[in-house]
């Protein structure tokens, strides 16, 4: 059975750091992708930020220069770097995994609020 389970949420002041982590257990075959979204109360899920298999990675213009993206294979984690938290980033974060087959994997979510 396949669970990704994130951690590092909690809560910051405004310009502060945070760094998310998200585990993989289980075997997913052929992940594309894995990524960070965010959803935050009365909007919709969004694209924070992503990494493919090969490395390359992608960012939300709202947290590009701020948030990083990485992955340690080795002990199948994800993980998000995000500094210079602004009040506007709170929201719960949640871990994807994307396969080959089209198939997306999520974790629980981990809330981040930052305060002003």
């Known amino acids: 059975q396949v669970q990704l389970v994130e951690s590092g949420g909690g809560l910051v002041q405004a310009g502060g750091s945070l760094r998310l982590s998200c585990v993989v257990s289980?075997?997913?075959?052929?992940?594309?992708?894995m990524g960070w979204y965010r959803q935050a109360p009365g909007k919709e899920r969004e694209l924070v930020a992503a990494?493919?298999?090969?490395?390359?990675?992608d960012y939300a213009d709202s947290v590009k220069g701020r948030f990083t993206i990485s992955g340690d294979n080795a002990r199948n984690t994800v993980y998000l770097q995000m500094n210079s938290l602004k009040p506007e980033d709170t929201a719960v974060y949640y871990c994807?995994?994307?396969?080959?087959?089209?198939?997306?994997?999520w974790g629980q979510g981990t809330q981040v609020t930052v305060s002003s």
């Open positions: 994807n995994a994307h396969s080959a087959s089209n198939t997306d994997y």
């Open positions: 990494i493919t298999s090969g490395g390359s990675t």
């Open positions: 289980g075997r997913i075959f052929n992940i594309n992708s």
